[in-house]
């Protein structure tokens, strides 16, 4: 089991097509709902939704101030 992003730009539309058995397959999209894959469907496609996504920024944070705070907690 692995999980890898992948970015591309929201005008592509990406295919993903399991090339073994995919009855034993499931696709997790938005990391709720699964999708179980079988011989009549073996592959899925992604494009841009109709919705647009809000987010809510409570203050500004720094990624690299942030990671070294988590990975400092670790180490005491």
């Known amino acids: 089991m692995s999980a890898r992003p992948f970015v591309a730009p ?5 295919t993903v097509k399991v090339l073994g058995d995919p009855s034993q397959t499931h696709a997790v999209l938005d990391g709720r ?4 894959l079988s011989e009549d469907r073996s592959s899925v496609t992604i494009v841009k939704g109709v919705r647009k996504a809000r987010f809510v920024r409570l203050r500004e944070r720094d990624y690299f101030g942030l990671l070294r ?6 180490t005491h």
Do not use: D, G, I, M
Request: charged share 35%; aromatic share 6%.
């Open 10 to 14: 929201a005008s592509n539309r990406v």
């Open 33 to 36: 709902r699964t999708l179980e």
């Open 69 to 74: 705070e988590k990975l400092s907690q670790w």
